[in-house]
């Protein structure tokens, strides 16, 4: 017989945290409302990000064009071939972005133009503060509303402390009981017993008993606040969970991490299975994109992408590391040459940045888990890595237009 992946106590506490929330249609009304420029200003003028966005809103207009350099080198795009989507990870919050902005618009008329990504990945612990301050929100205006990219997806910890009172709270809302500790200032920890952190494995791997719940909670109360619309997902139970909790949710998704180790079909072919159980109605899925495993051959990802488009599941795309930094994986990884077989075979494929491939300053996962306060001493550096980051996707991705591969890139840079 077929197992079911949830059972109907974890549906019950499952449907119970979202009418807690408001229920399906508010958290997604919430989510539209919030994403809105002209609202997320007016609130960003009241926590005093008012002129960096004025200064964000300057910036993008001395961005490099792709139709100029199109223009310039006379390209054409061959049919046949798949479309490249630029992805770089690393926006991490205000100060950053805003800096990498600066670099990037010092590109304009160089030699090497710097296009913006079309997606943005940040690893930021979604505290309390982060989320309600108006740094996640003006992160989100600059990337999303004024670079105009298409996706930004924050990663929510699992082992980020919170209120004790709120464990509480959801203690009472979903029945469930969540093991945590103590960490002083009124503040809990959910108890992570693998690597023992805060934080947990790479950000979250340990989602023990009914910790999905906890996911689930994060990225709902980070939605609802900053219109945040995409989140990415370390752990196979919140998966299942965010399927069915966000299949009438048509505004909330997730991006399934490498660390999932999708390095296989068969691995692939389970995670459609989960997909294809808590599927919505108009046939997509919460999860929008797949971030297919370091370890996977161009054979590989390009078979996945024929089982994706067989198994006739909508809206989901596939993505690789092209390069990523020493913490991630095998030094001098690079999958280049993989990308343009994929590309050549006429798969579509997003094109994803760890690194730059150089080792820089703060191209490492240390700088994913830097405090706030370091964070913003460290901005500077960190843009750099950023900007660097978004550059060599943009040195890929004109060498694909040589090629006659389009790639694409964020709104801003049209």
Known sequence: MQIKLL??????????????????????????????YENRKKILAEKGFGAMLESAEELVKKFPKVPDFEKANNISY?????????QVSGWQGAKVTHFGMERIAATAGTNEPCFVPQECISVVALTDNYIYNGDLMATLAMTENIMQASKFCNTNLIGIPMLESRFEQLEKITGKKFERTDVGNALSALTLKNQ?????????????????L????????????????????????????VC???????????KVSMLLATQNLMQFRMLLNIIKEYIREDGTSPIYEINIGNGATAETFIQCAKDLKESGIKGISLAAHIYINP?????????????????????????????????RELDTMAAYFMSEEERDENADKIGDVIFY???????????MMKKGIKPIFGGASY
């Open 214 to 241: 906890v996911y689930l909670d994060g990225i709902t109360r980070t939605a609802k606040a900053n219109g945040a619309d995409f989140f990415l997902n370390p752990s196979w139970s919140t998966i299942v969970a």
């Open 327 to 359: 913490d991630l994986g095998m030094a001098n990884f690079n999958w280049t040459e993989n990308m343009y077989k994929v590309l050549e075979s006429g798969t579509d494929m997003t094109y994803k940045y760890e690194s730059d491939g150089t080792a």
């Open 78 to 86: 061959n049919a046949k071939f798949g479309q490249a989507t630029a």
């Open 196 to 212: 023992g952190t805060f934080f947990g494995n790479f950000g979250g791997i340990e989602v023990a008993n009914d910790n999905h």
């Open 244 to 254: 069915y909790y966000g299949r009438d949710i048509p505004n909330l998704n997730i």
């Open 7 to 36: 059972s109907n106590d974890d549906m019950k506490a499952i449907d119970a945290l979202k009418n807690y929330h408001g229920g399906a249609k508010e958290i997604s009304d919430t989510i539209t409302k919030m994403r809105v």
């Open 389 to 399: 980051k978004s550059l060599q996707a943009s040195r890929d991705g004109i060498n």
